[in-house]
């Protein structure tokens, strides 16, 4: 067991949040925005990383488990900092 597969303390990046629930979350609803969210991001570049971690975020409810709060957390400190510099879903466009 190698220490990164169980660190669940860690931040996580969007795009590894991203990558966490294609690959582990049961919900496929939310599978399938995280892999809409990476390809939105390939295609458009970091400024739509606001708006695609909220989606993939509201899209989580009801994954349950220590790397669910991982993700659920990392997303929500990067929309926290998003909102401050205003970049945020609903910050200053």
Do not use: N
């Not at 190698?2 to 795009?15: A, N, P």
């Not at 969210?37 to 989606?55: F, I, K, M």
């Not at 957390?73 to 466009?93: D, H, M, N, V």
């Amino acid at each position: 067991m190698s220490g990164e597969e169980r660190d669940y303390e860690r931040t996580l990046g969007v795009i590894e949040c991203f990558k966490a629930v294609t690959d582990q979350c049961p919900k496929g609803p939310a599978r399938v925005l995280a892999e809409a969210a990476l390809a939105a991001v390939e295609r458009d570049g970091a400024s739509v990383l606001p708006a695609q971690a909220y989606l993939v975020l509201s899209a989580l409810r009801g994954w349950q488990g220590e790397r669910a709060q991982q993700v659920h957390r990392s997303l929500q400190a990067f929309l926290e900092t998003s909102a401050t510099k205003g970049s945020g879903p609903g910050g200053a466009r």
